[in-house]
């Protein structure tokens, strides 16, 4: 069974720095993508970004970025210019190609500190 | 923008009661998912639907029950609620095989 890491239950970062979220999966499958999802304190889960595995670029939007390693199974999550608004729980994410379930990891809070 | 909504954003039923909780989207989404969030132990799915009068049991589906009669509307129901049920619970749907999946804001649940 395909399962999601992220061994950071907590983080803290200054306004306008930066900050990596680990993620790590374990698949014997080559066929699948991962995403990271943000939930703000109160308000709901959003999509943040997609990778597909198949392609080596990394995925970007604005000021997240990610950083794909799939040999090492791992899915960093880069937030550049920490702005408050980015505070916030992050789960690492993962689905099969042709499934139609996610596997979640169990979260990172992400406090961005004034 | 797709939008899923949820029934209620807080509730609190009694030891025992038949709770039922609704999902609504707008998007014309294939699947739909109900999800309960805990501390410590992030997302875990409880049923999804793939299709309408379909569904299929996720990793926590005991005490709990689904009916989707219509494709936008997707219920969870607890039979007889119980204290360890208290939970924050998000629905979601998504296209088929997407893994996009857009979040209600959640019921949080009490259950005394």
């Known amino acids: 069974a395909q399962t999601v890491t992220q061994s950071q239950p907590e983080m803290s970062v200054q306004e306008a720095e930066t900050v990596t979220l680990s993620c790590t999966y374990d698949t014997s499958e080559s066929n699948y993508y991962l995403f990271w999802y943000k939930q703000p304190p109160s308000r709901q889960m959003i999509l943040v970004i997609r990778?597909?595995?198949?392609?080596?670029q990394n995925a970007t939007e604005n000021r997240f970025s990610v950083n794909f390693q799939k040999a090492a199974k791992s899915f960093s999550l880069k937030i550049s210019d920490s702005q408050l608004g980015d505070t916030a729980m992050y789960f690492c994410?993962?689905?099969?190609?042709?499934?139609?379930?996610?596997?979640f990891g169990k979260g990172t809070k992400l406090t961005v500190n004034p | 923008d797709v939008k899923v909504t949820q029934s209620s954003r807080y509730l609190v039923k009694r030891t025992g009661e038949k709770v039922f909780l609704e999902c609504v989207q707008d998007?014309?989404?294939?699947?739909m998912f109900w999800y309960r969030q805990d501390p410590g132990l992030g997302l875990r799915l409880i049923y999804f639907s793939y299709d309408v009068k379909m569904k299929e049991k996720g990793d926590i589906p005991e005490g709990y029950s689904v009916s989707r009669e219509k494709k936008e509307r997707f219920s969870l129901i607890l039979e007889s609620a119980s204290t360890n049920q208290t939970s924050m619970y998000l629905c979601?749907?998504?296209?088929?095989?997407?893994?996009?999946?857009?979040f209600g804001p959640g019921t949080r649940l009490t259950v005394t």
């Open positions: 994410a993962f689905i099969q190609g042709g499934s139609e379930k996610l596997v």
């Open positions: 979601a749907s998504s296209p088929r095989t997407s893994g996009r999946e857009h």
């Open positions: 998007m014309d989404h294939e699947n």
């Open positions: 990778q597909e595995a198949y392609k080596q």
